[in-house]
């Protein structure tokens, strides 16, 4: 159990003590055993002693970013020993965390998979590494492929077809929330203004959606339904008056 679950069970008992206090009328000592009693008896024995923190969680997955991204089978398959020292030994270590091995820092980790194999491709531009290039090219491209098909010939050629999928997470994680949270009414896709913008970024800039009757979602997957250069566009919410 957390520590921010033993506090809301403390706290919900203290709730439920002062209730007992003005229900019997309870005085002096009884007062601070059920409020200041429970209060210390939580974070100093029950929390410090039992519970465990969000970090330290983290931090036992052990087998570094291949096995925090559940990698481990297609890493052990498809690399041969020599691969795999010399990929290590490239990538380095990354926010704390190395490739396949040691314990994860997932807090200060802030990428998702397709951002880790795009970044992973970076380093190994140098045609030194150009077979193990090759190998994680396809894993990336399979993973990838889950948000839509492949177009083959753009994922070779064209440069920010690839960059076009490490903001999908991301995105797709924004509408859910706006979605999932009862506050927000309408949402938009944001483009970035710049020289890199496309028509079809401009077409839909300013236009507002409603969420609550799906209008959000078909317009969400009609504008991701394929990468589009310079898309970096980003989702967000808001409550209308």
């Not at 159990?1 to 203290?14: L, P």
């Not at 030994?89 to 951002?115: C, M, P, W, Y």
């Not at 190998?135 to 010939?153: H, P, T």
């Not at 980003?234 to 008056?241: A, I, L, T």
Request: proline share 2%.
């Amino acid at each position: 159990m957390t520590k921010k679950a033993f506090r809301i069970i403390g706290g919900i008992i203290i709730l439920f003590n002062l209730w007992l206090i003005g229900h019997y009328q309870l005085t002096g000592i009884m007062i601070l055993l059920l409020t200041f009693g429970v209060a210390l008896l939580f974070e100093f024995v029950l929390v410090k002693q039992f519970a465990s923190d969000s970090l330290g969680a983290q931090q036992k997955v052990s087998g570094g970013l291949i096995k925090y991204f559940g990698l481990q089978q297609w890493y052990e398959t498809v690399f041969d020993d020599e691969q795999k020292h010399r990929l290590e030994e490239r990538f380095g270590t990354v926010s704390g965390n190395k490739l396949a091995s040691g314990a994860i820092n997932s807090k200060s980790l802030d990428v998702d998979v397709l951002q880790f194999f795009y970044d992973l491709e970076q380093k190994l531009k140098p045609k030194v590494y150009s077979d193990v290039l090759q190998l994680v090219d396809e894993r990336y491209k399979l993973e990838a492929g889950k948000f839509c098909r492949i177009d083959e010939d753009r994922w070779n050629n064209e440069k920010y077809y690839k960059v076009w999928f490490t903001f999908m997470n991301y995105r797709v994680k924004a509408l859910n929330r706006l979605k999932s949270d009862n506050y927000f009414t309408q949402g938009q896709l944001d483009p970035i203004d710049d020289n890199y913008i496309t028509q079809p970024c401009l077409d839909i800039k300013n236009k507002h959606f409603n969420i609550i009757n799906g209008d959000l979602d078909r317009a969400f997957s009609k504008h991701f339904s394929e990468p589009i250069k310079g898309c970096r566009c980003s989702v967000r919410g808001y409550r209308k008056r």
